[in-house]
């Protein structure tokens, strides 16, 4: 039901950025004038095109293929980038109006090399924006100062990676490529790393297992491995990878703790709940502690002044403008490094993948490198 009214919300907006797209753009442009008709049946089936998707790309019996789900995936962009473009037109026509000016004829050929350098633009940012989605995110190097932590570390973070119908093999292959040019003692995947029915990683999911580093690939589970069926995606990993998956756990190395908090989701479902309890019977407070969790909240919800550094993802550091406003109100937490008192600090990452539409806006995806010193 939530995600229904999610829907009905989502293509209320849709359809009136595309309406306001097509009074304000469409008709206004000289360059234009002969074919309000035809844009007005571009941008209908436009729209038709992003409810088909809404609608059917959480469908269990998966009626889009990947190749079909990639391009739908990609039609929200021009939408977005057009509202944006006109907006901005219509603002600097207020700005005319209010300087009296707003009336003057403007020379036919500049006003039509205008409308063609304004529509050459908005081409430009819907490739942009698609683009910034679906390219391997860049190395993002973080440097840290962790009490009593008796040796350097270098850790590869990766969250929210969300292998499925958009994001396949090759994709996991270069994200494996550039964390092992790093040369990580350790790598940490904080959760969303599934985003489709298990069964259709089986041929490569394996791969996680080329993650080079000396003390192993460390893992907790994410909202959206909640939606595949966490069972079946923690037998997936457990049969065909060698990641340290951790359940409300805590592993000891010795000269530092990774504790692994389950994720909210499994509240709601019941499985696998977060019991923050349960990692403390076994957490060595002599030795530095750090704490994965997939989404930030935890840190709201929980008592975790424990931990010397709780890493999360989840947020996507808004993933498209200006939605970071609404994760900062549910998440409370969007990106980057918070001192959450003078001991624990949280670090919150874009992730590497991501959700939905191929849209990035304002929010680069990233692989963290984290080199940790002792103080």
Not at 72 to 99: E, G, K, Q, S
Not at 305 to 311: E, N, Q, S
């Amino acid at each position: 039901m939530m995600y229904l009214f999610f829907c009905f919300i989502v293509l209320i907006i849709l359809g009136s950025l595309n309406l306001y797209i097509y009074k304000r753009l469409i008709k206004k442009f000289l360059l234009f004038k002969y074919f309000h008709k035809l844009f007005a049946f571009v941008l209908a089936i436009l729209f038709l095109v992003q409810i088909i998707f809404l609608i059917l790309r959480r469908n269990q019996y998966e009626y889009l293929n990947d190749s079909l789900y990639e391009i739908l995936a990609m039609l929200y962009a021009p939408t977005y980038c057009l509202f944006f473009v006109t907006l901005i037109l219509d603002f600097i026509r207020l700005v005319l109006a209010l300087l009296g000016r707003i009336d003057r004829k403007y020379n036919i050929f500049l006003r039509l090399l205008f409308e063609t350098g304004v529509i050459a633009i908005s081409a430009f940012l819907t490739y942009a924006s698609v683009n910034s989605a679906l390219k391997i995110p860049e190395i993002k190097t973080l440097n840290l100062q962790i009490a009593n932590l008796k040796k350097d570390l270098k850790i590869a973070v990766l969250t929210d990676i969300h292998l499925g119908k958009n994001l396949h093999e090759n994709f996991l292959d270069q994200i494996i490529n550039k964390v092992n040019l790093e040369k990580p003692d350790m790598v940490f995947i904080i959760g969303d790393l599934i985003d489709v029915n298990p069964e259709h990683l089986k041929s490569y999911i394996s791969k996680i297992n080329d993650l080079n580093s000396t003390y192993g690939t460390f893992y907790v589970v994410g909202n959206h491995e909640y939606y595949h069926g966490i069972n079946k995606v923690l037998n997936l990993l457990k049969t065909y990878t060698k990641m340290k998956i951790l359940l409300n756990q805590n592993e000891d190395l010795g000269f530092v703790n990774i504790a692994g908090l389950s994720d909210l989701a499994g509240i709601g479902k019941g499985l696998y709940a977060p019991n923050l309890e349960r990692i403390k019977a076994d957490l060595n407070t002599s030795k530095p502690s750090i704490l994965l969790t997939h989404q930030p909240k935890a840190a709201l919800l929980y008592n975790l002044k424990d931990f010397d550094l709780i890493l999360s993802g989840h947020t996507h550091g808004g993933q498209i403008f200006p939605f970071m406003l609404l994760v900062k109100l549910q998440q409370g937490f969007v990106y980057g490094l918070y001192n959450l008192n003078q001991k624990t600090k949280l670090y919150v990452s874009s992730g590497a993948g991501f959700w939905g539409p191929s849209l990035r806006v304002f929010a680069p995806s990233e692989i963290v490198i984290l080199n940790l010193k002792g103080k």
